[in-house]
Every structure is written in C-alpha cells, then in structure tokens.
T-cell receptor
C-alpha cells in the first residue's frame, strides 16, 4: 500500500540553524516525490519535486531534498532557517501507478526560535 | 500571478443544511482535485477530475457529497445534508496538462457545521 510517513510532528530550530525534515514513503512503483509548505490559514505551496534524474533537487526558498531509494526517503533540508520558514511541511508521493493521486504525510510543524 | 481561487473562505452552517463550495482552477489547468484537511485525518483526497471528467471519487462519502465541473473554469463540491463531522478545511487544487504531477492549491474553505 502506498503511504508517506513524517515521523516528526513538531520540530523547533533556532533561526540561522540548519534544518532537516524527514519523510519516508512506501510506493509500489517509481515514486514521484514532493514537498509542500502550508502557512497558517493558507493553502499548500509546492516547494520542490522529484521525478527522476539527479537525486538532489533544489526548490524555492532555499530548500533542497535528497531522494534515497535504498532508504525510501526524501528528506527536506535547508542550511539556514529564517523566521518566515515557520509553517507546516508536507511530504507527498505519487506516480504513474496512481494517476495523479497523491498520498500526503501527516505533516511536520516547524517552529523557529529567534 | 495565476492562483486557484475558492469561495467562500469560511462557512458556518447548521446540521442538515446544504453546503456548496466553489473553486476556480488556474486558467489552462486541466486537472482539479478536492481535498479535506482535519487535525485527525490530515489531508484526504476526496475526488479529482481531468478535462472535467471525474477520474476518482473513491475518497468521497457518496451518500452526501457530490463533486462536479460544470465548465473548465468552475469546480463545485456539495454536501447535502451536512453533518458536524464534515467540519474541516476543504482545498481545491489544479494541475497543468504539461506536468500532470504538479498541484497548485487554493486557500481553502473552512467549513463549520454546528
């Protein structure tokens, strides 16, 4: 069965510190992987996506993610967090196996300390 | 700056009433998705359309929910009759034909059923 696990419900980091949000997936075919960010009261905004090719993908707002097939992971990283990054982050998996159908993780809420 | 729009942004209604939520996808996008977000269940895909045809509505309670696309610029999600357990934020997302695995989310409709 297809699923996405984000093991961290809440994470707090200090402004300027590095960030890594974890995402593990289960998918029975070639996965297409996504990270979205949701600010309070807003919809989800696409940060980055992985379809194929280079396993390190760059996204908007200085985020990057690395696809590791052997670990079924797609962790999101940022070298230096800004206060405006405080939001909820969702990992999602989809692919040709399930035409357009995304499976979202439960989200990780990021707090940023000044 | 093209965006998905949703109306209303907030809706409070009494149990048993009909609720209609509307979504205007980004011009030129040919896939439309409806999601429901709650604290308990997270993001759930209710239904999605491609070229106005419903492709999958297996996530939707059929007895009270219905989703339609009367034309390419309007998608509707209707609940009749509404129940308190329907209280949630309902998101619409649209995706381009050129990149079917991308989804762009609207700001959501926050529904409260009393």
């Amino acid at each position: 069965a297809q699923s996405v696990t984000q093991p961290d419900i809440h994470i707090t980091v200090s402004e300027g510190a590095s960030l890594e949000l974890r995402c593990n997936y289960s998918y029975g075919a070639t996965p297409y992987l996504f990270w979205y960010v949701q600010s309070p009261g807003q919809g989800l905004q696409l940060l980055l996506k992985y379809f194929s090719g280079d396993t390190l993908v760059q996204g908007i707002k200085g985020f990057e993610a690395e696809f590791k097939r052997s670990q079924s992971s797609f962790n999101l990283r940022k070298p230096s967090v800004h206060w405006s990054d405080a939001a909820e982050y969702f990992c999602a998996v989809g692919g040709e196996k399930n035409f357009n159908k995304f499976y979202f993780g439960s989200g990780t809420k990021l707090n940023v300390k000044p | 700056d093209a965006r998905v729009t949703q109306t209303p942004r907030h809706k409070v209604t009494e149990m048993g009433q009909e609720v209609t939520m509307r979504c205007q996808p980004i011009l030129g996008h040919n896939t439309v998705f409806w999601y429901r977000q709650t604290m308990m269940q997270g993001l759930e895909l209710l239904a999605y359309f491609r070229n106005r045809a419903p492709l999958d509505d297996s996530g939707m309670p059929k007895d009270r929910f219905s989703a339609e696309m009367p034309d390419a610029t309007l998608a509707t999600l209707k609940i009749q009759p509404s129940e308190p357990r329907d209280s949630a934020v309902y998101f619409c997302a649209s995706g381009p034909a050129t990149s079917i695995y991308e989804q762009y989310f609207g700001p959501g409709t926050r529904l409260t059923v009393t």
